[in-house]
């Protein structure tokens, strides 16, 4: 009888957390898609081409704005090559979009706390940097680009 009960009580803080959680969930999806659907009319031929670096911290940028379904970020990150961006801006751009999360930092603080969430996401956007050179040159090294 006790686990029944014990169980009725998780469950009611369960309700209660996920419905004190709903209003953050909701805007974040909403920013998000409000993001997404901004984020290619944005896009220009004058947006990248100023070296690898600077091409991959502002790629990296706008992937941790941007989060959104990795589908859509290979779909756009295809139209960035065919348009003539770096194979690193590339692949910054679609490490931040699925690894970090500024968006959706505000509900990564209140489920997991501030200070991981912060740290999270600036590791992220560190090693999304260093992982977007390291791909490109690896592939170089084996003969792929």
Not at 13 to 19: A, D, E, N, P, Q
Not at 132 to 143: A, K, R
Request: proline share 3%.
């Amino acid at each position: 009888m006790q686990t029944v009960n014990g169980l009725k009580v998780r469950l009611k803080k369960s309700i209660w957390t996920f419905i004190n959680v709903l209003p953050i969930i909701v805007g974040m999806l909403l920013v998000t898609s409000l993001v997404v659907t901004l984020f290619p009319d944005q896009v220009t031929a004058g947006l990248f081409g100023n070296g690898a670096l600077l091409d991959s911290l502002l790629a990296a940028s706008i992937g941790s704005i941007a989060a959104a379904h990795p589908l859509a970020s290979y779909l756009l990150g295809g139209e960035l090559l065919a348009g003539g961006a770096g194979l690193i801006t590339l692949t910054a751009l679609l490490v931040t979009w699925v690894t970090v999360g500024i968006v959706q930092l505000p509900a990564e603080a209140l489920m997991l706390g501030t200070r991981f969430a912060v740290y999270r996401n600036l590791i992220s956007f560190i090693a999304a940097i260093a992982i977007s050179f390291l791909t490109v040159y690896s592939l170089q090294l084996l003969g792929f680009a």
